[in-house]
C-alpha cells in the first residue's frame, strides 16, 4: 500500500488501513485504530464545489461517491448510517452520466462554497510588551511594521500595549491627538467589564431609540468596529504614527526588581474587545513580548530578581509558587477566546523564559502559534512570521480560521477523542465511545486557526461484538469535515471520506500489509505527550515499553523463548527504532530544557503532518561526499567520518557537520583554489540543502554549522545513536575504535539501538 498516495489524495493516514471486524479481535492488535487528518491540505486535484452539501437525515454525514444512490427513486443510501435519503429536487436529474462532482468515485475529497451572509475579513489584534529597552522595543516594532505589510488590506487590526498598565489605542484618527484607554494591570477583565471601560455601551436613553436592523449613528460612533478595530487600509497611517511615538513603560524600576509585566490583563483585555466586536469571525491575539508576566493575574514570577522562574525540577516537586494560578488563568483565556473561535499566538524574544508552559494550553487549545527567537531583530523570527503570513496562489493568506472539525463513521466503529490544536465542542452522537483518548466525550471540536500542515489525531475504538463478525473484505467508511473561513470572509467546508475495509481476524495478512508504521509512531507519540501531561503519577516509559513488547510479541516472526529468531516483518521493522528515539526526545525528556522549551516541542508535535512529527521524533541525516550524489545514512554516531559533511534534519533545527578533513581544508580555504571547484561545491551544497528545508518551515528552524569535535557538534551528536560510547570504548578499548575507523564516541549512559532491539527480542519472544 502506498500510504503516501492516500494522503496526497486524501489528507488522511492511518495506523491500520485494515481493521479487524470484532472489538475483541481489535485489541489483539496492541497500537491505536487511528487517523491524522490534515484538514487543510493542498490537494491540487481537489475540486471546489459553488454549492452546499447534500446532508444526510439520520448522521449529518455528508453525500459522497461511497453513497449507493438509487436513481429512479431520487434517494440515496448513507454509508455511514444506512440511512435512506430522497435527493434534493435540484438532484432529480442525475444519472450515472450525468454526476455531480461529488459522486465522482476519485473525488473522495471535495470542498464546498457555503452561503455566508456576513462576510468578514479576520483581526489582528496586536499585543505588544513595552516593559524592555528601548532599542528592543525598536526591533518590536519593526516586525510589526513587517507584519501590516504582510496583511491583505482588508484585513483588521488593533493595538492594545503593556507594562504595568494595559493601553487600548483607538486607530480611527478622527481626533487630532490618537486617544487611549489605560487600564489597570493587575485586575482580569471580563468582556462586560471591557464594555463599560472602553465606553462600548450606549446610555439607556440611546438603547431606548436604538434600533436592531438600521443601527444608529451613535452606536456606530461608539463601537469597537469604528474605533480600536479597524481595516488594514484605513488605519495604516494612524497605527504607524501610534507606534513611532510608542515610548518604553516608564513605570518606576527599582535596582534588582523585574519590570512589571501584565502580560495576563492585556491578553484579557484583547480578548475581551475581540469578542465585543468580532465574535465567530476568525481573529488572533498576537503577544509580543520580552519577559516573564510579572504583575496581575498569570503571574510568572514574582518582581523581586532572586526569584528564579520555575525549572522541571520545581515543577516535579510542586514547588513552582505561582505555575498553578498562572496556568489556570491561562487555560480559562483559553476558553474565553476559543468560544469565540479566536487563537493566542505568543511571540516571545527574551533569554529569559516568558511563561510558554503556563500558557501552552490556551495556545494549543486556540490553534494559535508560537515564535520564540532571542530577538526581535533576528533573521530567524522575520522569516517565521513571513511564512506565517504567507499567501497562497490566489492571494488569501494561507492560514485558515473558524474552523469546526467533525468526525463521522459506522456504527460499528466509535471515536475515542482527538489530540490536536483544538477544543472540544458539545455535541450529541451516537459514535462517542467511553473509553477516552486525547479531547473525547465528542465527535466534534473546534479549530480557531489552523495551516495547511495543521493535521488532527483522531483515535477510534471498534465495537462490533465478536459474536456478531462483519463480513472479511466488506468496506467501512470514515468521513472528516471542516467548516473554516479563508482570510477572504468566505466559507468553506471540506469533506473526505476514507473507505478501508475489514477483516476477519487479527492475524489477517491485511493487517500488516496495511500498517502505517510512521503514522502510527506519531499517533502513539501524541498520546505519550498528552497523557504525561494530563496524568499525574503515569509511568510513561514504561507504558510505552510493555506496549512495544506486546505489539513484538503480536506482529514478530520468531520461535517461543528464541531471542536471536525473532524478526520484524518490513511494515513493522523501522517502528522500535521510533519508539526508541521517541523514549530519548525532548517531548519525554525533560533534562536540559526549560519548561517553555518542553511546551514549545510538544506543541509542534500535537499539531504537525506526519512526516514532520516523524522527523522530530526521529531526524534524518544525509551524507555528502566527493565520491558521489549525497545519500540518507543511518542516524549513527558511526556514520561520522573526516571527509564527510553530514546534513541532519530534525525539524526545530538543521545541523550541517563538516568532518574534520572537510574542516581543515576548509579552513586552509582550499575552496578557492581553481583546481578544488568541486570541493566549493561540496562545501556550499548542505548548506543550500538546509536553507531550502527551513522555507519551507514555520517556525524557521535554527541552523547550526559546525566541525567535528567542536562545542556545536552537540547538536548533532544528541540525536544519534550512541552505539558508541566512552562505556563501550571501555569494554573493547582499541579493538573497537579499529572497527569503527576512528570515529566519535558520544558520553552517553543511554542504551544503543541494538542493545534496545536486544531486549526487545527477548521479552518478545518469552513465553
Ligand atoms: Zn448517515
Known sequence: MDFAAYENREGVRMSFNAWPCSRIEATRIVLPTGALVTPGKSIPEMPVLPYEPVVCEGCQGVLNPHCMVDYARKSWRCCLCDCMNNLPRNYHEINPQNLPAELFPTYTTVEYTMTNKNVKAPCFMIVLDTACPREELQDAKDSIGQLLALLPEECYVGLITFGATVTVHELSGTSPLPRSYVLRGTKDVTQEKVKKLLGLELTAQEYATYDKNTGSQVANELSAKSRFLLPVSECEFVLSNILEDLQPDCFPREKGQRPYRATGAAIAVASGVLAEAHSAQGARVMVFTTGPCTVGPGTIVGRDAEEDLRSHRDLDKNSAKHFKDATKFYNSMGIRLATSSHALDVFACSLDQVGLAEMKLAVDQTGGQVILAEQFGAENFRKSLRKMFARREDGTLEMLFNGTFSAFCTPHVMVQGCIGPVSA????????????????????????????STSIAVYYEIVNQHSNPLPHGQPFYLQFCCRYKLSTGEIRLRCTTVARRWVESSAAPEIIGGFDQEACAVLMARVATFRTENEEAFDLLRWLDRTLIRAGTKFGEYRKDEPETFRLPPNVAIYPQFMFNLRRSPFLQTANNSPDETAFYRLALGRESVLNCLLMIQPTLTMYSMNGPPQPTMLDVTSITPDTILLLDGYFFVVVHSGTTIAQWRKANYQDL?????????????????????????????????????????????????????????????????????????????????????HLAKLAVAS
Request: net charge negative; aromatic share 8%.
Open 425 to 452: 465542542l458539545a455535541v450529541k452522537s451516537k459514535s462517542i465511545s467511553e473509553n477516552e483518548v486525547g479531547l473525547g466525550q465528542t465527535t466534534s471540536w473546534r479549530m480557531c486557526a489552523f495551516t495547511p
Open 674 to 758: 581553481p583546481d578544488y571547484a568541486h570541493f566549493k561545491q561540496l562545501l556550499a551544497q548542505p548548506v543550500g540543502d538546509a536553507h531550502q528545508l527551513a522555507e519551507s518551515r514555520c517556525p524557521t528552524p535554527r541552523l547550526v554549522e559546525c566541525d567535528q569535535g567542536g562545542s556545536q557538534a552537540r547538536f548533532l551528536l544528541a540525536k544519534l545513536n550512541p552505539s558508541n560510547t566512552h562505556q563501550t570504548q571501555h569494554q573493547s578499548g582499541w579493538e573497537q575504535q579499529q572497527n569503527f575507523g576512528g570515529g566519535e564516541i558520544i558520553f552517553t549512559d543511554d542504551i544503543s539501538l541494538s542493545v534496545f532491539m536486544q
